[in-house]
């Protein structure tokens, strides 16, 4: 019996948590009176006190700072000691409860004297980051007028504009907020105007149920009705709980051409979502963070920084007692922000389009996702060679080193599947062309990479150059495909290029033209390029779409950083108007202006029907790109192929799988690779994985070592390096590294029937992959802060090391049975913090009682380790109950699911008359022939017992086992040496 207790401190908090407390009688008794803290530069103003649970603070009045050296003394807590503790200390004050309630009146910053020229209050608080300027919510935004039309799946409701205060002038004078009552579990919020038009809508098409009537929803909705105040909106859940799920009683509702917003309280701070950017943690926190979305070509790394891809959708878990979640998602594709407050709330704040939110409700965290990606489209059933390892940097530089990375990696006995070539590969860095100097014989080696399993994957931007000589860029010139400057605009660029196309500059040595891939003829002349490639330079086999924020370099500036030395400078140049100068630019969006880095706002698309400009659609790019590109490599190859995508937006998981970009070589990015993932998941693209090892920089043995083995649990495990930089692949740095990368890239092989599983229930239920704890144990408040932690599923826990120079590493285990996938050892203290041990070849791996893994013998490739025997690794619950299931198909047909050209098997095992028994059930058979190869091991942990002997049953004939191993310490059983065919219902019984 024992006492053991975890401490730590990071930031402006320090916690200690009970691990295991087997002498809580004298704890009880024990008392923490003092916490010391030193190294803190900023003197801390307040300290909360935090008990066990999460529950509200107390503010300590004992507390002094040392300035000399920096010292930190919190006392007189007179904490006991069998509790979670948490202290944590402020440079400022809290905010007041009114203070926190603040609506913001002039998020673009001024003084006092712009404050009241708008009709807004003035009052500067003490708390860091308050609004100092804010609305008079009493007196701002719309009252109620009628509802002009109601049924009981429909509500639509008139409201008028407020006179008095304006955020940024122009205001809507009459606005209608549709309320669609689609079912059980699915709310439509769209808020319009009605006195100027047409408003631009987002042509992302959804996946919208038709709308029932039904007594049974998850939710009511209520709204003012009187004219006595601001009109608001209240969802609550139709449950025992009654939780306010949505509120926009704080006011601030504004709706104008070129700025919108709204503003609504969360039930609690247990928010997951809102991308795409980079953070230290999965949680989000509601101290005035601000998440900008807006497609930058912009490298990871800084928490304000907007990002490739766009994703106005959270997460949020409203009761943690029963884990019940809702989403909500914002379907608006111009530039905004969202401003995470303390109250706590939301500020939604869009400068186009509509105010179109989805509620989205569920049991728990899961089933949102699930509902979600029902949608707006289920994630995409990646082809089975994609889940193998991967190879790529920028600056090969030649076909000769672009082999020798490869060679190490056979040399090393390290499984690999997939080359990338980037645009060194390329000629001048042009689309659809290949370098005949330096990667002279590409076309025979891509040859021979198939010859022997693997695959080739290159690299595509959609700037295509401007040079009369250049097939691509002519016939799309006779195809009308480039986007263009609308007629009235008046730019240099047209004296100087003679063109109504947009010009700009990007990898090529010369100007380029930008694809329109709204229209049909550009996806049709993208398709033409890309099947030309295929069939007339070399046969790859899927596609990399990178740039397509889209990214132009120098916009707005002399000349872009890579432009020619010997030519005159010259930069794509946006002249003044509302749509590159908005009477309003989310401030938390990097750059000086929108166009920073990207091609004038003004640019016109057009879908042949309607037109659509550069500042409503910008962070469409990539989504639009995806699908036809996926069309595309599907044509050139008759196989279902794969498309990774820097840029995304809602629903391109259903299209194409992403990386989460120029990542660099440092540890803390390892942590945010985890977090990034996690996000992905929950927005429906389960293809999701960060450079292993670093993008920028050189990295280190350790961390390569490291990372090697955290990216082995992505689901794209693509290892990718920038240019100059030493070489990384996992052979390059020597004998230890290596074996390190080849034991856990074996690991992930041998689990892809496992993964391939998960994509197919991914593809088709829409429920993660890669899965945060809370996901599966939505009542255990503990999982709602890990994000150093992950599963595959629900059967699979990753606890990878993030940290330099550690030999271990603690994760917790929640409240089930644990076991070790390398040795089947039971973990005995579940519900805890527990430290494992970690030497640089092992990362913690642990499969949770109840699930059965199917696995697979490791090959080369997985084009050879699917000719290998099938395991099944069975984790028995504290029931002695296990389950799992295997999907199978060929691997590569684009339609094996809709045409069920696939297997689908079913594991369980159980207790009977105090024996065990594994069972196997064929329950969807191939309508087409599929053969399999046998099952050929067993592994089954936690049997308490040395069994007498192992039986298989399989129609009626009994067999006797003789090939079996009991270990007396793990308590596993290994049966080998097995034969048992797949395609026939078995049985295996272990008696004692």
């Not at 948590?17 to 002498?23: A, F, H, P, R, V």
């Not at 803190?40 to 300590?60: D, H, K, M, R, Y």
């Not at 550069?614 to 490599?633: D, E, F, K």
Request: proline fraction near 6%; aromatic fraction near 12%.
């Amino acid at each position: 019996m024992y006492y053991f207790a975890l401490t730590d401190c990071s930031k402006n908090e320090f916690r200690l948590q009970i691990q295991k407390n087997g002498i809580s009688r004298e704890m009880e008794n024990l008392r923490l009176e003092s916490v010391h803290v030193v190294g803190l530069t900023v003197e801390p103003v307040e300290v909360e006190i935090i008990g066990s649970g999460g529950g509200s603070a107390i503010f300590s009045q004992s507390f002094s700072y040392t300035k000399d050296n920096q010292r930190l003394v919190v006392w007189n807590l007179n904490h006991r000691m069998d509790s979670d503790l948490t202290l944590r200390w402020r440079s400022s004050p809290s905010p007041t409860v009114a203070e926190a309630e603040r609506v913001d009146c002039m998020p673009e910053g001024g003084n006092e004297t712009k404050c009241l020229s708008k009709g807004c209050l003035w009052n500067v608080s003490l708390s860091v980051n308050v609004p100092s300027c804010f609305l008079n919510s009493s007196s701002y935004g719309y009252l109620f007028v009628n509802i002009s039309d109601q049924n009981s799946t429909h509500d639509t409701v008139n409201l008028r504009h407020l006179s008095g205060a304006s955020m940024f002038g122009n205001d809507s004078q009459q606005v209608a907020v549709y309320l669609d009552y689609i079912n059980d579990w699915l709310l439509r919020i769209k808020i319009s105007p009605v006195d100027f038009g047409p408003v631009y809508e987002v042509p992302v098409p959804l996946h919208l149920p038709e709308p029932v009537d039904s007594n049974t929803r998850s939710y009511d909705v209520s709204y003012e009705t009187t004219e006595q105040k601001p009109f608001y909106l209240k969802v609550n859940r139709k449950d025992s709980s009654q939780a306010v799920v949505w509120d926009t009683s704080l006011g601030g509702l504004t709706v104008s051409p070129q700025f919108l917003q709204l503003v609504t309280r969360v039930p609690t701070t247990f928010v997951y979502g809102l991308g795409e950017n980079s953070r230290s943690s999965f949680r989000r926190s509601f101290d005035y963070e601000t998440v900008a979305m807006f497609s930058r070509d912009q490298p990871p790394g800084d928490p304000k920084a907007n990002l490739y891809g766009v994703h106005p959708y959270y997460v949020c878990t409203d009761n943690v007692t029963t884990g019940s979640a809702h989403g909500v998602l914002l379907l608006n594709s111009n530039a905004m922000e969202i401003v995470l407050g303390p109250a706590p709330s939301l500020t939604y704040r869009t400068i186009g389009g509509l105010l179109d939110f989805y509620l989205i409700f569920g049991d728990n965290a899961e089933a949102v996702t699930m509902r979600y990606t029902q949608l707006v489209g289920r994630t995409y059933l990646p082809p089975y060679w994609a889940l193998g390892f991967q190879l790529s940097r920028y600056g090969y530089n030649s076909l000769n080193a672009m082999k020798a990375a490869v060679q190490r990696t056979h040399d090393a006995g390290i499984p690999v599947d997939v080359l990338f070539g980037d645009i060194d590969h390329m000629e001048t860095n042009k689309d659809f062309t290949y370098d005949s100097v330096s990667y002279a014989g590409l076309p025979n080696y891509v040859d021979h990479l198939h010859s022997i399993g693997m695959r080739f994957i290159t690299i595509l931007d959609p700037a295509i150059m401007a040079q009369s000589t250049y097939w691509p860029y002519t016939d799309g010139l006779s195809k009308d495909v480039y986007i263009r400057w609308p007629r009235e605009t008046n730019h240099s660029d047209f004296y100087r290029f003679n063109t109504t196309y947009m010009v700009g500059y990007v990898w090529p040595p010369g100007e380029v033209l930008f694809p329109d891939f709204f229209k049909n003829e550009t996806q049709l002349w993208w398709s033409d390029c890309i099947v030309k490639h295929h069939r007339d330079a070399f046969p790859f086999d899927g596609l990399w779409i990178d740039m397509n924020e889209p990214a132009n370099f120098g916009t707005n500036e002399e000349k872009p950083w890579n432009w020619p030395e010997n030519r005159d400078p010259w930069s794509l140049k946006c002249p003044k108007s509302p749509l590159d100068d908005p009477p309003y630019k989310p401030t938390a969006i990097w750059g000086p202006r929108l166009s920073d880095k990207t091609l004038c706002l003004v640019g016109l698309q057009t879908d042949g029907i309607q037109n659509y400009s550069q500042y409503n659609v910008h962070n469409l790019y990539g989504w639009s790109q995806t699908q036809p590109s996926l069309r595309a490599i599907r044509n050139a190859t008759g196989e279902r192929s794969i498309v990774i995508t820097r840029s995304t937006y809602v629903g391109s998981g259903s299209f194409a799988g992403h990386w989460l970009g120029d990542n660099d070589s440092q540890w803390p990015h390892m942590h945010q690779s985890i977090i990034g993932c996690l996000d992905f998941s929950l927005f429906g693209i389960a293809y999701i994985g960060a450079d292993i090892c670093g993008y920028f920089s050189n990295a280190t043995a350790e961390l390569c070592n490291r990372w090697t083995q955290l990216g082995a649990f992505y689901t794209f495990s693509r290892n990718h390096n920038g240019l100059n930089n030493r070489d990384q692949d996992p052979g390059a740095f020597g004998p230890e590294v290596a074996q390190s990368a080849k034991f856990v890239t074996e690991v992930r092989y041998s689990l892809l029937p496992y993964l391939y599983t998960l994509f197919y229930y991914a593809h088709v239920t829409g429920s993660t992959v890669i899965r945060p704890l809370f996901n599966e144990f939505p009542s255990d408040l503990r999982t709602y802060d890990i994000d150093r932690q992950f599963l595959w599923g629900s059967a699979l826990l990753i606890t990878p090391v993030l940290q330099e120079g550690e030999t271990s590493v603690c994760g917790y285990l929640p409240n089930a049975r644990w076991f070790s996938l390398s040795d089947g050892m039971e973990e005995l203290n579940t519900g805890s913090v527990v430290c494992f041990s970690a030497p640089l070849n092992r990362i913690p791996l642990h499969v949770r009682g109840g699930g059965i893994i199917v696995t697979q013998e490791p090959a080369t490739n997985t084009n050879h380790s699917r000719l290998n025997g099938f395991g099944l690794v069975v984790a028995p619950d504290r029931s002695e109950f296990a389950r799992g299931e295997l999907f199978w198909d060929d691997g590569n047909s684009f339609e094996s699911v809709t045409k069920g050209h696939f297997h689908f098997f079913n594991y369980s095992y159980s207790e009977q008359s105090g024996n065990k028994t594994l069972s196997s059930s064929l329950t969807i058979p191939a309508s087409l022939p599929l053969l399999l190869p046998p099952l050929t091991s067993v592994r089954v942990f936690g049997l308490q017992q040395t069994p007498v002997g192992v039986a298989t049953l399989v129609n009626g004939s009994q067999a006797i086992v003789s090939s079996l191993f009991y270990d007396t310490i793990t308590k596993e059983l290994l049966i080998h040496n097995l034969t048992l065919q797949m395609m026939v219902n078995w049985t295996i019984v272990i008696w004692f």
